[in-house]
Protein backbone atom coordinates (compact mmCIF):
# COMPACT_ATOMS: atom_id res chain seq x y z
CA UNK A 1 0.00 0.00 0.00
CA UNK A 2 1.21 3.55 -0.28
CA UNK A 3 1.19 5.38 2.93
CA UNK A 4 -1.48 7.63 1.63
CA UNK A 5 -3.57 4.83 1.41
CA UNK A 6 -2.52 2.71 3.82
CA UNK A 7 -5.97 3.25 5.51
CA UNK A 8 -5.02 0.15 7.82
CA UNK A 9 -1.26 0.25 8.46
CA UNK A 10 -0.29 -2.58 6.69
CA UNK A 11 2.77 -1.64 6.01
CA UNK A 12 3.65 -2.60 9.48
CA UNK A 13 3.68 -6.41 8.25
CA UNK A 14 5.82 -6.09 6.12
CA UNK A 15 10.04 -6.63 6.31
CA UNK A 16 12.62 -4.10 6.00
CA UNK A 17 13.27 -6.07 2.88
CA UNK A 18 9.72 -6.79 1.34
CA UNK A 19 9.70 -2.59 1.80
CA UNK A 20 12.73 -2.40 -0.04
CA UNK A 21 11.86 -4.36 -3.00
CA UNK A 22 8.50 -2.48 -2.96
CA UNK A 23 9.64 0.74 -2.99
CA UNK A 24 12.59 0.17 -5.80
CA UNK A 25 9.80 -0.97 -8.14
CA UNK A 26 7.53 1.68 -7.07
CA UNK A 27 10.29 3.66 -7.98
CA UNK A 28 10.81 1.91 -11.30
CA UNK A 29 7.18 2.44 -11.94
CA UNK A 30 7.35 5.80 -11.37
CA UNK A 31 10.47 6.85 -13.71
CA UNK A 32 10.11 4.43 -16.83
CA UNK A 33 5.80 3.17 -17.02
CA UNK A 34 4.00 6.15 -15.73
CA UNK A 35 5.32 8.31 -17.97
CA UNK A 36 4.79 6.86 -21.06
CA UNK A 37 2.15 4.33 -20.55
CA UNK A 38 -0.90 6.35 -22.08
CA UNK A 39 1.08 6.66 -25.38
CA UNK A 40 1.62 3.18 -25.32
CA UNK A 41 -1.88 1.67 -24.16
CA UNK A 42 -3.39 4.46 -27.28
CA UNK A 43 -0.59 3.25 -29.87
CA UNK A 44 -1.02 -0.58 -28.65
CA UNK A 45 2.72 -0.54 -28.36
CA UNK A 46 4.61 -3.14 -25.85
CA UNK A 47 7.50 -1.91 -24.67
CA UNK A 48 10.01 -4.65 -25.25
CA UNK A 49 12.72 -2.49 -24.31
CA UNK A 50 11.73 -2.72 -20.82
CA UNK A 51 12.62 -6.53 -20.43
CA UNK A 52 16.33 -5.43 -19.53
CA UNK A 53 15.74 -2.94 -17.19
CA UNK A 54 13.49 -5.42 -15.81
CA UNK A 55 16.19 -8.16 -15.52
CA UNK A 56 18.43 -5.67 -13.88
CA UNK A 57 16.25 -4.90 -10.98
CA UNK A 58 16.05 -8.60 -10.24
CA UNK A 59 12.07 -8.70 -11.08
CA UNK A 60 12.14 -11.38 -13.86
CA UNK A 61 12.14 -14.88 -12.14
CA UNK A 62 12.47 -13.02 -8.31
CA UNK A 63 10.85 -15.80 -6.45
CA UNK A 64 13.09 -18.88 -8.28
CA UNK A 65 16.31 -19.76 -6.93
CA UNK A 66 19.65 -19.77 -9.07
CA UNK A 67 20.41 -19.22 -12.48
CA UNK A 68 20.58 -15.18 -11.72
CA UNK A 69 17.20 -15.54 -10.34
CA UNK A 70 16.78 -12.91 -7.34
CA UNK A 71 15.49 -15.61 -4.56
CA UNK A 72 12.84 -13.25 -2.81
CA UNK A 73 10.12 -14.17 -1.08
CA UNK A 74 6.60 -14.84 -1.98
CA UNK A 75 5.44 -12.01 -0.76
CA UNK A 76 7.78 -9.59 -2.28
CA UNK A 77 6.88 -11.43 -5.25
CA UNK A 78 3.69 -10.19 -4.71
CA UNK A 79 4.26 -6.53 -3.36
CA UNK A 80 6.57 -6.01 -6.97
CA UNK A 81 3.73 -7.67 -9.25
CA UNK A 82 1.00 -5.01 -7.23
CA UNK A 83 3.65 -1.77 -8.10
CA UNK A 84 3.92 -2.77 -11.77
CA UNK A 85 0.20 -3.23 -11.93
CA UNK A 86 -0.25 -0.05 -10.45
CA UNK A 87 1.33 1.26 -13.66
CA UNK A 88 -0.48 -0.91 -15.86
CA UNK A 89 -1.43 -4.66 -16.35
CA UNK A 90 0.37 -5.11 -19.19
CA UNK A 91 3.16 -4.14 -17.99
CA UNK A 92 2.89 -7.01 -14.77
CA UNK A 93 1.78 -9.54 -17.44
CA UNK A 94 4.75 -9.34 -19.17
CA UNK A 95 6.81 -9.98 -15.70
CA UNK A 96 4.37 -12.44 -14.46
CA UNK A 97 4.41 -14.95 -18.08
CA UNK A 98 8.07 -14.71 -18.07
CA UNK A 99 9.06 -15.42 -14.41
CA UNK A 100 5.78 -17.51 -13.34
CA UNK A 101 4.92 -19.62 -16.68
CA UNK A 102 7.87 -19.38 -18.61
CA UNK A 103 10.92 -19.65 -16.54
CA UNK A 104 9.23 -21.32 -13.83
CA UNK A 105 8.37 -24.03 -16.31
CA UNK A 106 11.88 -24.33 -16.93
CA UNK A 107 13.16 -24.19 -13.42
CA UNK A 108 10.70 -26.71 -12.02
CA UNK A 109 10.28 -29.15 -14.66
CA UNK A 110 13.13 -28.36 -17.04
CA UNK A 111 16.41 -30.65 -17.28
CA UNK A 112 19.93 -28.98 -15.60
CA UNK A 113 21.08 -28.32 -19.53
CA UNK A 114 17.37 -26.73 -20.20
CA UNK A 115 17.90 -24.75 -16.75
CA UNK A 116 21.57 -23.76 -17.92
CA UNK A 117 20.87 -22.81 -21.30
CA UNK A 118 17.89 -20.40 -20.79
CA UNK A 119 17.04 -19.16 -17.10
CA UNK A 120 20.06 -17.07 -17.04
CA UNK A 121 19.22 -14.79 -20.01
CA UNK A 122 15.54 -15.44 -18.98
CA UNK A 123 16.31 -13.57 -15.72
CA UNK A 124 18.69 -10.80 -17.60
CA UNK A 125 15.94 -10.05 -19.92
CA UNK A 126 18.36 -10.59 -22.63
CA UNK A 127 15.51 -13.30 -23.58
CA UNK A 128 11.76 -13.09 -23.31
CA UNK A 129 9.81 -16.64 -22.82
CA UNK A 130 5.95 -16.86 -23.72
CA UNK A 131 3.57 -20.01 -22.13
CA UNK A 132 1.40 -21.78 -24.94
CA UNK A 133 -1.37 -23.58 -23.12
CA UNK A 134 -4.60 -22.15 -24.30
CA UNK A 135 -5.72 -22.80 -27.84
CA UNK A 136 -8.79 -21.36 -29.67
CA UNK A 137 -10.91 -23.69 -29.27
CA UNK A 138 -9.49 -25.08 -26.00
CA UNK A 139 -9.54 -22.02 -23.06
CA UNK A 140 -11.51 -23.06 -19.64
CA UNK A 141 -10.87 -26.62 -20.92
CA UNK A 142 -7.29 -27.32 -21.72
CA UNK A 143 -7.55 -30.77 -21.57
CA UNK A 144 -9.35 -30.69 -24.93
CA UNK A 145 -6.21 -29.85 -26.53
CA UNK A 146 -5.78 -30.49 -30.37
CA UNK A 147 -2.01 -29.40 -30.38
CA UNK A 148 -0.14 -32.39 -31.12
CA UNK A 149 3.70 -33.62 -30.26
CA UNK A 150 4.67 -37.19 -32.25
CA UNK A 151 7.69 -39.01 -32.09
CA UNK A 152 9.70 -39.57 -35.59
CA UNK A 153 13.07 -41.14 -34.43
CA UNK A 154 14.67 -39.41 -32.09
CA UNK A 155 12.85 -35.66 -32.83
CA UNK A 156 9.62 -34.77 -31.93
CA UNK A 157 7.17 -33.00 -34.52
CA UNK A 158 5.03 -30.31 -33.18
CA UNK A 159 1.39 -28.95 -34.97
CA UNK A 160 -1.10 -27.04 -34.02
CA UNK A 161 -2.28 -23.67 -32.66
CA UNK A 162 -2.47 -21.82 -29.76
CA UNK A 163 -4.00 -18.66 -28.56
CA UNK A 164 -3.90 -15.70 -26.57
CA UNK A 165 0.00 -15.61 -25.64
CA UNK A 166 1.30 -12.84 -24.11
CA UNK A 167 4.53 -12.19 -25.07
CA UNK A 168 4.15 -15.04 -27.73
CA UNK A 169 4.98 -11.93 -30.75
CA UNK A 170 8.66 -10.84 -29.15
CA UNK A 171 9.51 -14.69 -27.32
CA UNK A 172 12.79 -16.33 -27.95
CA UNK A 173 11.79 -19.36 -26.20
CA UNK A 174 7.78 -21.06 -26.27
CA UNK A 175 6.81 -23.33 -23.72
CA UNK A 176 4.56 -25.44 -25.29
CA UNK A 177 1.56 -27.76 -24.15
CA UNK A 178 0.72 -30.68 -26.39
CA UNK A 179 -0.75 -33.91 -26.48
CA UNK A 180 1.35 -37.26 -27.05
CA UNK A 181 0.62 -40.93 -26.94
CA UNK A 182 1.58 -40.77 -23.26
CA UNK A 183 -0.60 -37.67 -22.21
CA UNK A 184 -0.05 -33.81 -22.16
CA UNK A 185 4.22 -33.13 -22.19
CA UNK A 186 5.71 -29.63 -22.07
CA UNK A 187 8.06 -28.28 -24.45
CA UNK A 188 10.87 -25.93 -24.93
CA UNK A 189 10.48 -24.51 -28.62
CA UNK A 190 12.53 -21.73 -30.02
CA UNK A 191 10.75 -19.36 -31.71
CA UNK A 192 13.37 -19.00 -34.70
CA UNK A 193 12.66 -23.40 -35.39
CA UNK A 194 11.20 -23.84 -39.03
CA UNK A 195 7.62 -24.25 -38.71
CA UNK A 196 6.63 -21.54 -35.92
CA UNK A 197 5.23 -18.52 -36.68
CA UNK A 198 3.27 -15.52 -34.45
CA UNK A 199 0.98 -13.10 -35.19
CA UNK A 200 -0.41 -10.53 -33.29
CA UNK A 201 -3.75 -10.49 -31.77
CA UNK A 202 -4.78 -7.34 -33.21
CA UNK A 203 -8.07 -5.13 -31.94
CA UNK A 204 -7.99 -5.53 -28.54
CA UNK A 205 -9.42 -3.12 -26.46
CA UNK A 206 -7.91 -4.32 -23.04
CA UNK A 207 -3.87 -4.93 -22.08
CA UNK A 208 -3.33 -2.88 -24.98
CA UNK A 209 0.68 -2.77 -23.45
CA UNK A 210 1.08 -6.07 -23.45
CA UNK A 211 2.11 -8.17 -26.56
CA UNK A 212 -0.37 -11.29 -27.19
CA UNK A 213 -0.04 -13.83 -30.11
CA UNK A 214 -1.44 -16.33 -32.27
CA UNK A 215 1.10 -19.26 -32.52
CA UNK A 216 1.00 -21.57 -35.24
CA UNK A 217 3.04 -24.70 -35.23
CA UNK A 218 3.07 -26.30 -38.68
CA UNK A 219 5.43 -29.44 -38.74
CA UNK A 220 7.94 -27.54 -35.85
CA UNK A 221 10.91 -30.40 -35.65
CA UNK A 222 12.68 -30.54 -31.94
CA UNK A 223 15.33 -32.51 -30.72
CA UNK A 224 14.28 -35.23 -28.30
CA UNK A 225 15.98 -33.17 -25.60
CA UNK A 226 13.35 -30.15 -26.21
CA UNK A 227 10.79 -31.91 -24.04
CA UNK A 228 10.67 -30.36 -20.61
CA UNK A 229 11.94 -34.09 -18.59
CA UNK A 230 9.32 -33.13 -15.57
CA UNK A 231 6.48 -31.34 -17.72
CA UNK A 232 4.11 -34.49 -17.80
CA UNK A 233 0.44 -34.39 -18.04
CA UNK A 234 -1.88 -30.88 -17.61
CA UNK A 235 -1.13 -30.94 -13.81
CA UNK A 236 2.26 -29.82 -14.84
CA UNK A 237 0.75 -26.55 -16.55
CA UNK A 238 -1.72 -26.07 -13.78
CA UNK A 239 1.09 -25.53 -11.12
CA UNK A 240 2.75 -22.92 -13.94
CA UNK A 241 -0.26 -21.22 -13.58
CA UNK A 242 -0.88 -21.21 -10.31
CA UNK A 243 2.34 -19.28 -9.53
CA UNK A 244 1.15 -16.82 -12.12
CA UNK A 245 -2.24 -16.16 -10.52
CA UNK A 246 -0.71 -16.02 -7.15
CA UNK A 247 1.17 -12.98 -8.52
CA UNK A 248 -2.24 -11.44 -9.80
CA UNK A 249 -3.79 -12.00 -6.16
CA UNK A 250 -1.70 -8.69 -5.57
CA UNK A 251 -0.95 -7.37 -8.56
CA UNK A 252 -4.63 -6.54 -9.20
CA UNK A 253 -4.99 -4.61 -6.59
CA UNK A 254 -2.16 -2.22 -7.49
CA UNK A 255 -4.66 -1.36 -10.46
CA UNK A 256 -7.26 -0.57 -8.24
CA UNK A 257 -5.30 1.46 -5.76
CA UNK A 258 -3.89 3.50 -8.62
CA UNK A 259 -7.80 4.19 -9.44
CA UNK A 260 -8.64 4.83 -6.07
CA UNK A 261 -5.68 7.26 -5.49
CA UNK A 262 -6.90 8.88 -8.47
CA UNK A 263 -10.16 9.59 -7.82
CA UNK A 264 -9.49 10.77 -4.63
CA UNK A 265 -7.70 13.67 -5.72
CA UNK A 266 -9.70 14.33 -8.77
CA UNK A 267 -12.92 14.47 -5.81
CA UNK A 268 -10.48 16.85 -3.72
CA UNK A 269 -10.03 19.20 -6.63
CA UNK A 270 -13.06 19.19 -8.70
CA UNK A 271 -16.09 21.32 -7.76
CA UNK A 272 -19.38 21.22 -8.39
CA UNK A 273 -22.78 23.15 -6.70
CA UNK A 274 -20.26 25.01 -5.06
CA UNK A 275 -17.96 22.43 -3.18
CA UNK A 276 -15.48 19.51 -4.33
CA UNK A 277 -16.94 16.40 -4.93
CA UNK A 278 -14.93 14.63 -2.38
CA UNK A 279 -17.65 16.48 0.11
CA UNK A 280 -20.93 14.51 -1.27
CA UNK A 281 -21.80 12.37 1.03
CA UNK A 282 -22.37 9.42 -2.26
CA UNK A 283 -18.68 10.29 -3.25
CA UNK A 284 -17.77 9.69 0.52
CA UNK A 285 -19.53 6.01 0.76
CA UNK A 286 -18.04 5.21 -2.81
CA UNK A 287 -14.18 5.99 -1.66
CA UNK A 288 -15.32 4.18 2.34
CA UNK A 289 -16.50 1.38 0.34
CA UNK A 290 -13.58 1.14 -2.08
CA UNK A 291 -11.20 1.78 0.90
CA UNK A 292 -12.73 -1.73 2.49
CA UNK A 293 -11.99 -3.48 -0.53
CA UNK A 294 -8.98 -2.27 -1.00
CA UNK A 295 -7.71 -3.22 2.40
CA UNK A 296 -9.46 -6.36 2.82
CA UNK A 297 -8.27 -7.45 -0.43
CA UNK A 298 -4.43 -6.22 0.93
CA UNK A 299 -5.41 -8.45 4.09
CA UNK A 300 -5.89 -11.81 2.45
CA UNK A 301 -3.27 -11.27 -0.37
CA UNK A 302 -0.63 -10.82 2.28
CA UNK A 303 -1.74 -13.49 4.58
CA UNK A 304 -1.82 -16.37 1.21
CA UNK A 305 1.96 -14.67 0.59
CA UNK A 306 2.62 -15.59 4.03
CA UNK A 307 1.29 -19.22 3.68
CA UNK A 308 2.97 -19.16 0.65
CA UNK A 309 6.26 -18.91 2.05
CA UNK A 310 5.47 -21.43 4.65
CA UNK A 311 4.88 -23.53 1.82
CA UNK A 312 1.37 -24.75 2.50
CA UNK A 313 -0.49 -22.47 0.19
CA UNK A 314 -3.17 -24.63 -1.33
CA UNK A 315 -4.26 -24.01 -5.63
CA UNK A 316 -7.99 -23.96 -3.75
CA UNK A 317 -6.74 -21.18 -1.62
CA UNK A 318 -4.89 -19.14 -4.66
CA UNK A 319 -8.53 -19.45 -6.38
CA UNK A 320 -9.89 -17.53 -3.91
CA UNK A 321 -7.42 -14.63 -3.86
CA UNK A 322 -7.56 -14.69 -7.72
CA UNK A 323 -10.71 -14.85 -7.84
CA UNK A 324 -11.63 -11.57 -4.76
CA UNK A 325 -8.43 -9.96 -6.27
CA UNK A 326 -9.44 -9.43 -9.78
CA UNK A 327 -13.72 -9.24 -9.08
CA UNK A 328 -12.64 -6.01 -6.87
CA UNK A 329 -10.64 -4.64 -8.41
CA UNK A 330 -12.65 -4.21 -11.45
CA UNK A 331 -15.52 -2.87 -9.40
CA UNK A 332 -13.41 -0.46 -7.74
CA UNK A 333 -11.44 0.62 -10.93
CA UNK A 334 -15.35 0.66 -12.53
CA UNK A 335 -16.47 3.24 -9.56
CA UNK A 336 -13.55 5.12 -9.65
CA UNK A 337 -14.48 5.89 -13.25
CA UNK A 338 -17.85 7.50 -12.50
CA UNK A 339 -16.11 9.55 -10.01
CA UNK A 340 -14.20 11.52 -12.51
CA UNK A 341 -17.26 12.12 -15.02
CA UNK A 342 -16.89 12.28 -18.46
CA UNK A 343 -12.71 12.89 -17.56
CA UNK A 344 -12.70 9.29 -16.60
CA UNK A 345 -13.19 8.25 -20.06
CA UNK A 346 -10.42 9.64 -21.24
CA UNK A 347 -6.29 8.38 -21.19
CA UNK A 348 -5.54 11.64 -19.55
CA UNK A 349 -6.03 9.67 -16.19
CA UNK A 350 -5.66 6.17 -15.72
CA UNK A 351 -8.84 4.84 -14.27
CA UNK A 352 -11.08 3.53 -17.68
CA UNK A 353 -7.22 1.99 -18.74
CA UNK A 354 -7.18 -0.08 -15.50
CA UNK A 355 -10.30 -1.64 -15.69
CA UNK A 356 -10.14 -2.43 -19.61
CA UNK A 357 -7.39 -3.96 -18.70
CA UNK A 358 -8.76 -6.09 -15.69
CA UNK A 359 -11.25 -7.54 -18.10
CA UNK A 360 -8.58 -9.40 -19.19
CA UNK A 361 -6.99 -9.77 -15.78
CA UNK A 362 -10.37 -11.35 -14.41
CA UNK A 363 -10.67 -14.14 -17.46
CA UNK A 364 -7.12 -15.32 -18.10
CA UNK A 365 -5.11 -17.35 -15.76
CA UNK A 366 -8.50 -19.09 -15.10
CA UNK A 367 -12.11 -16.91 -15.59
CA UNK A 368 -13.49 -15.64 -12.27
CA UNK A 369 -16.51 -18.31 -12.88
CA UNK A 370 -14.26 -21.25 -13.04
CA UNK A 371 -12.57 -19.86 -10.19
CA UNK A 372 -16.19 -19.65 -8.29
CA UNK A 373 -16.31 -23.13 -9.42
CA UNK A 374 -12.82 -24.58 -8.52
CA UNK A 375 -13.89 -23.18 -4.52
CA UNK A 376 -17.96 -24.68 -5.07
CA UNK A 377 -16.20 -28.07 -5.65
CA UNK A 378 -13.45 -27.75 -2.73
CA UNK A 379 -16.50 -26.79 -0.43
CA UNK A 380 -19.41 -29.33 -2.08
CA UNK A 381 -16.71 -32.37 -3.42
CA UNK A 382 -18.45 -31.63 -6.58
CA UNK A 383 -16.93 -30.92 -9.73
CA UNK A 384 -19.83 -28.89 -10.94
CA UNK A 385 -17.72 -27.33 -14.48
CA UNK A 386 -17.33 -31.07 -15.56
CA UNK A 387 -19.91 -32.28 -18.27
C1 LIG B 1 -4.91 -10.73 -23.23
C2 LIG B 1 -4.87 -12.19 -22.92
C3 LIG B 1 -3.64 -12.79 -22.64
C4 LIG B 1 -3.57 -14.18 -22.43
N1 LIG B 1 -2.34 -14.78 -22.23
C5 LIG B 1 -2.26 -16.15 -22.24
C6 LIG B 1 -0.98 -16.81 -22.24
O1 LIG B 1 0.08 -16.18 -22.16
N2 LIG B 1 -0.94 -18.18 -22.34
C7 LIG B 1 -2.10 -18.93 -22.42
O2 LIG B 1 -1.98 -20.15 -22.53
N3 LIG B 1 -3.32 -18.33 -22.40
C8 LIG B 1 -3.43 -16.97 -22.31
N4 LIG B 1 -4.67 -16.35 -22.31
C9 LIG B 1 -5.87 -17.18 -22.45
C10 LIG B 1 -6.77 -17.19 -21.23
O3 LIG B 1 -6.19 -17.96 -20.21
C11 LIG B 1 -8.14 -17.68 -21.69
O4 LIG B 1 -8.75 -16.61 -22.41
C12 LIG B 1 -9.03 -18.11 -20.54
O5 LIG B 1 -8.56 -19.31 -19.98
C13 LIG B 1 -10.50 -18.32 -20.97
O6 LIG B 1 -10.59 -19.09 -22.11
P1 LIG B 1 -11.49 -18.59 -23.35
O7 LIG B 1 -11.10 -17.20 -23.65
O8 LIG B 1 -11.33 -19.61 -24.41
O9 LIG B 1 -12.95 -18.57 -22.79
P2 LIG B 1 -13.93 -19.81 -22.65
O10 LIG B 1 -13.25 -20.94 -21.94
O11 LIG B 1 -14.58 -20.09 -23.95
O12 LIG B 1 -15.02 -19.21 -21.63
C14 LIG B 1 -16.01 -18.25 -22.03
C15 LIG B 1 -16.95 -18.03 -20.84
O13 LIG B 1 -17.58 -19.26 -20.47
C16 LIG B 1 -17.32 -19.54 -19.11
N5 LIG B 1 -17.20 -20.99 -18.91
C17 LIG B 1 -16.42 -21.87 -19.59
N6 LIG B 1 -16.56 -23.10 -19.11
C18 LIG B 1 -17.44 -22.99 -18.08
C19 LIG B 1 -17.99 -23.93 -17.15
N7 LIG B 1 -17.65 -25.21 -17.16
N8 LIG B 1 -18.85 -23.48 -16.23
C20 LIG B 1 -19.19 -22.15 -16.17
N9 LIG B 1 -18.71 -21.23 -17.02
C21 LIG B 1 -17.84 -21.65 -17.95
C22 LIG B 1 -16.04 -18.82 -18.79
O14 LIG B 1 -15.88 -18.59 -17.41
C23 LIG B 1 -16.22 -17.55 -19.59
O15 LIG B 1 -17.02 -16.66 -18.87
C24 LIG B 1 -4.76 -14.96 -22.44
C25 LIG B 1 -6.00 -14.32 -22.66
C26 LIG B 1 -6.05 -12.97 -22.89
C27 LIG B 1 -7.39 -12.33 -23.15
Not at 40 to 61: D, S
Not at 267 to 293: C, I, N, V
Request: aromatic fraction near 6%.
Amino acid sequence: MTTDLDFLDLDRLLSEEERLIRDTTRGFVTDKVLPEIAGWFERGHFPRELAKELGELGLLGMHLEGYGCAGTNAVSYGLAALELEAGDSGVRSMVSVQGSLSMYSIHRFGSDEQRAEWLPRLAAGELVGCFGLTEPDAGSDPASMRTTARRDGPDWVLDGTKMWITNGNVADVATVWARTDEGIRGFLVPTGTPGFTARPVGRKLSLRASDTAELVLDGVRLPGTARLPGGNGLGAALKCLNEARFGIVFGALGAARECLETALEYAGTRTQFGRPLAGFQLTQRKLADMTLELGKGMLLALHLGRLKDAGTLTPEQVSVGKLNSTREALAIARECRTILGGSGITLDYPVLRHALNLETVLTYEGTAEMHTLVVGQALTGLAAFRG
